[in-house]
């Protein structure tokens, strides 16, 4: 655009246009194409300070709710808990990817071959205690992130799963490049919505047996303005007066949390 | 001819006001991106704060040193100042990519510096517009509703356009992949 302006400038001055800026505005277009394909192009380096090291099989989106880095799978001893119970098992040469969102908040996006009847490992999470009480529900996921909890509540035999997410790149990173990898797509009871949860609650008729929210804070400020964190709406009076009304009886609504010096003040806040 | 060739030049020169006005304003938006990731998302709206304060700083400098700006010459000043804008985005980002800042660390002398180089980094390409747009807006004769209008509409679609490419680059790829 600037290289356009320079160009009418100079035309606006001389009575003359330079082709020549024309075609240096085609070569940065096309040089800013070719900039985001390769791997050793021009990048935040730093986010928060911190190094990023790049790779082929890094994906990388740019959206409005913040920047979505997905690391290449590695595998590791997993799986990946937020806080493991006695017993839990650990499995050599799980496959995770890591998704970092605005350089800080992470989520693991775990691989699994959609077979359920091995898929033991969520129930030794903190974050399964709801389904330990209500098996075989109707559940609501706010933020799905990674996809842990959906295949916690798979683990729990859920009826119907909604995954609700409001960044359009994690679904697209769950429901096409990286579908095959963590079968959740294919399952018959699990639906992503792409919506603010608040929002999609609001207009649903449905009710829920579990409404899980899983350390959903990503601290990537969105479009709206610097303090308008996308779980700013979540976490309010008006946005759990929705979450409980969207309770079936005897339901659960969860929010397991973590670092409570930092996140517990803005929950009750 | 006198008159064609005035209303060549009127065009042009409305057509380059409204690509500076929309450069600016997509680099804005794309800043408070940018200073999310880099920094935290407090700082990241710091990014209007520094337009701002770079535009005034333009408008200033324009005000102040009337002979460094002649007004007989003003078609030459936003030619050249466009693309001092241009090169000063080139050079700034650059140094904010390349400038590791970590806020958790407290702010010793080092980061102190690194702070105030992101923002002169980030201020210094706005102040450059705030020069083209000032000479736009101040000294060149026609109807100033027509320029002042160019100037917002410019701005506004500028704005549009950022939010347009963050919000459908994700469908148009993942159209693209399903199609291929």
Redesign the interface.
Known sequence: ?????????????T?RSDLRWVALAAALTIGAFVNSQLTGG??????????VAYSDQTIE????H??ILLSPAEERVGPFYWGAGAGAPVIEGMKLQGLVI???AGTAVTQWDGNKDELDWPRFDVTSLPYHLRKEGNVAVIGVGGGRDILTALWAKSKHITGIEIN??IL?ILQ??RRDFVSLDQQPEVQFVHDEARSFLTRTDETYDVIQMSLIDT???T?A???T?SENGLYTVEGWQIFFDKLAPTACLVFPGGIPRRRFPRQIG | MGTSTAQGTSRSFLAGLFFITSATLLLEILNTRLLSVVTWYHLSFFAVSMAMFGMAAGALWVYLKPRKFPREDAFGSLYRYSIFFALSTLVCHLIILFTPLSTLEGWDAANLLKMTLITLAVAIPFAFSGVVVTIALTQVPGNSGLIYAVDLIGAALGSLACLALLVFSISVARRSRRQS
């Not at chain 1, 935040?44 to 911190?50: A, D, E, L, M, T």
């Open positions: 655009m600037t290289v356009l302006a320079i160009l009418f400038f100079q035309r606006a001055k009575g021009l990048r935040v380096f730093y986010p928060k300070g911190n190094e989106y740019w959206t409005i913040g920047q605005d350089g800080e359009g790149a697209d096409d490049r601290w990537a400020a479009g303005g610097a303090f964190l």
